[in-house]
């Protein structure tokens, strides 16, 4: 089963491509690999999940975030790709949690996003990840992903 015919089986469905909010372009192709901009929880033109880990917002909330976000990041890729079946290895994510200075969960936040990759691609969705805490994201957003990742 490919990619796409298992995110229908997930019950889930890509969005558009996201539109840039600023200066810059979705996704970048060069040779055989793509780099994604960061990318919100976006559903339908709509931020989902505003504020912070550890005051606003919890753990599940900040995961499910997480997960929009790697939903958009891969849209982002099937922009440049074609298809996401042209995807052949999940290489690193780099995700960014707008949390309170004491928030240590950042990790736990990221495996929306992580744990959706390794669903969807399976031994080809483990990558490498950093997790990073910041004090704010554009929008008031959560959650930002970024993905790179070798096409076939």
Do not use: W
Not at 49 to 70: F, H, N, P, Q
Not at 85 to 108: A, H, K, L, M
Request: hydrophobic residues 45%; contains cysteine.
């Amino acid at each position: 089963m490919g990619v796409e015919e298992k995110l229908k089986a997930l019950g889930l469905s890509l969005p558009e491509a996201p539109r840039p909010v600023a200066a810059y372009i979705p996704a970048v192709k060069i040779d055989n690999m793509v780099y994604t901009a960061g990318q919100l929880a976006f559903v339908k033109g709509e931020l989902q999940y505003k504020g912070r880990l550890g005051k606003d917002l919890t753990v599940e909330e900040g995961y499910e975030s997480a997960r929009i976000c790697a939903l958009n990041a891969l849209a982002a890729v099937k922009g440049v790709a074609g298809s996401l079946d042209n995807i052949e290895r999940i290489v690193r994510v780099t995700g960014y949690v707008n949390s309170t200075g004491d928030f240590t969960d950042q990790p736990r936040v990221l495996n929306g996003a992580s744990e959706l990759l390794k669903e969807l691609f399976g031994e080809a969705g483990l990558h490498a990840r950093s997790a990073i805490g910041v004090n704010a994201l554009p929008l008031g957003a959560s959650v930002e992903v970024e993905l790179i990742v070798l096409l076939c």
